[in-house]
Nanobody
Framework: QVQLIESGGGLGQIGDSLRLSCAAS????????MGWFRQAPGKEREFVAV????????YYAHSVKGRFTISRLNAENTGYLEINALRPEDTAVYYC?????????????????????WGQGTQVTVSS
């Protein structure tokens, strides 16, 4: 059973950068693909990015490509999401998640039900 804890959220201004962290424990984090999702008030949870266990494969949502960078450091059981050039529409609760396979597939990586473990989320608020 993998436990995930996000941190690094907070209040930012337009154009700022934030780095979110996801600390894993209790399971083989290094064998699992890891993803980030976000949920804004009144909206469904949406896919942001995913990275394979080896870091060789990454996928991004079109809305964040070029501004967000997903990474991981398996030796420290930690994943990251770097957010650059913050926009008001980035305001959301950000969740990290892990799926019980090392490489995400194009068919399933955007579907929250493909992930087996979730963190509690960290709030990112962008002031305009």
């Amino acid at each position: 059973q993998v436990q995930l804890i996000e941190s690094g959220g907070g209040l930012g201004q337009i154009g700022d950068s934030l780095r979110l962290s996801c600390a894993a424990s209790g399971g083989p984090f290094g064998s699992y693909a890891m993803g980030w999702f976000r949920q804004a008030p009144g909206k469904e949870r949406e896919f942001v990015a995913v990275i394979s266990a080896s870091s060789q494969t990454t996928y991004y949502a079109h809305s964040v490509k070029g501004r967000f960078t997903i990474s991981r450091l398996n030796a420290e059981n930690t994943g990251y999401l770097e957010i650059n050039a913050l926009r008001p529409e980035d305001t959301a609760v950000y969740y990290c998640a892990a799926m019980q396979r090392p490489v995400p597939t194009k068919i399933t990586y955007g579907d929250p039900s493909s992930y087996h473990y979730w963190g509690q989320g960290t709030q990112v608020t962008v002031s305009s």
